[in-house]
C-alpha cells in the first residue's frame, strides 16, 4: 500500500490541477528542514550542559550540511526516477528520527548520538527533501523559474524564523539542562514529521507535454544564456560551466554559513563589552531577523534573476556581498545599527544564492535531468558548510584563548570570506553558454525515454 502510494505514477496531476498547489506542498518540506539554520540557538546551551568547544557543538550542524550535500548528490538521480512524493517521505522520516535520536543523546549526555542523529541521519533527511520538490517546480513554472524555486527555497531560509524563537522558548520552559535540550529535540521531531506529511498528500507532477496555458518556450538563440537544448547529469559534470558554479556556490555559501551557524553568539560576543550589549533574548531575535532576510533574499532576488538574468545577479550577490563584509570589519562594534544591516543584505545574498541556483542550470543545461545536477551541484554546500563554521570558530576560538574581545575574534574571518566572494565573482565571469558536443540527443530527452534514461 505504501509503496503504491509512493510510486511516481500515483502522483501525476489530473488535467485540472492547479499549479499553485505545488508551492505549497514544497514550502512544508523546506520549512521543516530549514530548522537547521537555528542551530545557533543549541549551541551555547549544548556548550554549557555537556561542556564542549564552540567548535565541537558546531559539528552536528556542519555534519548536517556534509550529509545534505552527498545525500544530494547521491540521491539526486533516484529523486528524478521515483518522483517528489517519495522524496519527501524519506526526507520526512530521516529528518524526523534524527532529531528523535538526538534526543536520546541530548537527555543521556552521549553527545555523539545528537552527533549521529542530528549531523547523519538528519542530514541525509536535508538532503533529499532539500532537491525533492526543485524538477517539478520548474516542470510546472517554465515560464517564471527563479520565482517558482524563490518561492519553496523560501522556505528553506524562513525555517528558522519558526524554529529560532520556538526552540529559544522550549528551552527556556524545559531547562537548558540534558533532559531540557532532550525534550525540546523530541518535540521536534514530532511536529516536523506532522507538518512535512501535508507537502507528501500535496505533492503532483506534470503530466508530459504539459504547458501553462498561453505560454511557448523561448525561440533558440533568443538569449544565448538560456538553452534550448538539453544536457545530461554526466555531461554535465565534464562541462567548465559547472565547475565555475561550483565555486561560485561554494564560497557563497561559505561566506555566509560562517554568520549564519555562529550568529547568536557571534552578535553577543560582539557587543559585550559596548554600552549596548546584546542578552541571549536579543540574540535570538536576530537570528530569526537573518533568517526573514535570508528567505525574503531567496524570493526577492530569485525572482529579479528573471528579469535581470542568472550571471547579473551572481554579480550583486558576490560583489556587493564583498564590499559589506569589508565595511563590517572596518566598523567593527562602532555601530549596532551597521553592523545588523550588512549582516541582514549578506544573509539575503546568501540565500538568494540558493534559491536562484537551479534557474542558473535551467539555463545552461536544460530541464532533462536538472534535479539530478542540481544534487551533484550541492557536494559545494558540503564543503561549504565545513568551510565556513570551521573558519568563524576556530579563529574566534584562538582569539578568546589570546584574551581578545569584541570584534577581534571574527575581524580575520571576514577578510578570508571577502577574498572568497571575490574568486566566487571572477568564477561567476568564466560561465558561457554549454558547446552542442555535451547536448543530449533530441530521440533521447522526450518522455518515458527521458524518464528511463535518468534512471
Not at 16 to 43: D, E, T
Not at 61 to 85: C, D, W, Y
Not at 127 to 150: C, E, H, N
Amino acid at each position: 500500500m505504501a509503496v503504491t502510494f509512493l510510486d511516481r505514477s500515483r502522483t501525476v496531476a489530473p488535467a485540472n490541477w492547479s499549479r499553485w498547489l505545488i508551492p505549497p506542498a514544497a514550502l512544508s518540506v523546506h520549512l521543516a528542514i530549514g530548522q537547521v539554520y537555528a542551530w545557533s540557538v543549541f549551541k551555547p546551551p549544548l556548550e554549557k550542559a555537556l561542556h564542549l568547544s564552540g567548535t565541537l557543538s558546531a559539528l552536528p550542524f556542519q555534519l548536517g550540511i556534509v550529509m545534505l550535500g552527498l545525500s544530494a548528490a547521491f540521491g539526486g538521480t533516484l529523486v528524478e526516477k521515483n518522483g517528489p512524493r517519495w522524496a519527501m517521505f524519506v526526507s520526512m522520516s530521516c529528518f524526523s528520527v534524527g532529531f528523535l535520536v538526538s534526543a536520546l543523546g541530548a537527555t543521556t549526555s552521549q553527545y555523539w548520538l545528537v552527533v549521529l542523529g542530528y549531523g547523519v541521519i538528519g542530514g541525509v533527511g536535508l538532503g533529499i527533501g532539500y532537491i525533492s520538490p526543485v524538477s517539478t517546480l520548474i516542470k510546472w513554472f517554465p515560464d517564471r523559474p527563479g520565482m517558482a524555486t524563490g518561492i519553496a527555497i523560501m522556505g528553506f531560509g524562513g525555517g528558522a524564523l519558526i524554529a529560532s524563537p520556538w526552540s529559544s522558548q522550549m528551552l527556556q520552559s524545559f531547562g537548558a539542562t540534558p533532559g531540557g535540550i532532550g525534550a525540546s529535540f523530541l518535540i521536534h521531531g514530532l511536529a516536523y514529521a506532522a507538518f512535512m506529511s501535508l507537502g507528501v498528500l500535496l505533492i503532483r507532477v506534470p503530466a508530459d507535454g504539459w504547458r501553462p496555458k498561453g505560454w511557448e518556450p523561448p525561440a533558440a538563440g533568443g538569449n544565448s544564456m538560456i538553452t534550448a537544448a538539453q544536457v545530461s547529469a554526466a555531461n554535465a559534470l565534464k562541462t567548465p560551466q559547472f565547475w565555475c558554479l561550483w565555486i561560485v556556490l561554494c564560497f557563497n555559501v561559505t561566506a555566509g554559513i560562517g554568520i549564519l551557524e555562529k550568529a547568536s553568539p557571534m552578535i553577543t560576543d560582539f557587543f559585550r563589552n559596548t554600552a549596548v550589549p546584546v542578552g541571549a533574548a536579543a540574540a535570538a531575535g536576530f537570528v530569526g531577523l537573518l533568517s526573514l532576510t535570508n528567505m525574503l533574499g531567496r524570493f526577492v532576488w530569485s525572482s529579479t534573476s528573471d528579469f535581470v538574468g542568472r550571471k547579473n545577479i551572481y554579480r550583486g550577490y558576490l560583489g556587493i556581498g564583498a564590499v559589506l563584509y569589508l565595511v563590517i570589519a572596518l566598523t567593527g562594534n562602532s555601530s549596532k545599527l551597521v553592523f545588523i544591516l550588512c549582516a541582514m543584505v549578506i544573509l539575503s545574498f546568501y540565500g538568494a544564492g540558493f534559491a536562484t541556483l537551479p534557474a542558473y542550470l535551467k539555463d545552461l543545461f536544460g530541464t532533462y535531468q536538472v534535479g539530478a545536477i542540481h544534487g551533484r551541484l550541492l557536494t559545494a554546500w558540503s564543503a561549504a558548510g565545513v568551510a565556513g563554521p570551521l573558519i568563524v570558530n576556530a579563529i574566534a576560538d584562538s582569539q578568546k584563548q589570546a584574551g581578545k574581545q569584541g570584534p577581534d575574534p571574527y575581524t580575520t574571518s571576514f577578510y578570508i570570506m571577502i577574498a572568497l566572494l571575490l574568486l566566487g565573482f571572477i568564477a561567476n565571469e568564466f560561465v558561457r553558454p554549454v558547446k552542442a558536443k555535451h547536448h543530449e540527443p533530441a530521440t533521447s530527452r522526450t518522455g518515458v525515454a527521458a524518464r528511463k534514461e535518468a534512471a
